[in-house]
């Protein structure tokens, strides 16, 4: 069950309640738990400790997922095998 907590907003909207993942809920989405992990070492994604638990938001997992999307090429752009 994701968990919530508090997210910082612009100053102009109010705080919002956003559901958090655990690091073996996000390694289901972004292929293991020890490739999330090594993400958190690397400070490639943004995540919140609470004490001992790691959770980091779902939107943090959508973002990276979106920045790293290659889109598909159309069918007017492929080149054709020789």
Known sequence: MPRLSVVN???DTPA???PHLTVREAGAFLGGE???RRLITERRITYVKDQRR???PESVIAEFL????VPALS???????A
């Not at 979106?66 to 999307?69: G, I, K, Q, V, W």
């Not at 069918?75 to 095998?81: G, N």
Request: proline share 9%; aromatic share 4%.
């Open 9 to 11: 907003p612009p100053r």
């Open 16 to 18: 919002v309640l956003e």
């Open 34 to 36: 020890r490739f999330v």
């Open 54 to 56: 790691i959770l980091i």
């Open 66 to 69: 979106a920045s790293r999307t």
């Open 75 to 81: 069918r007017s752009t492929r080149r054709r095998a």
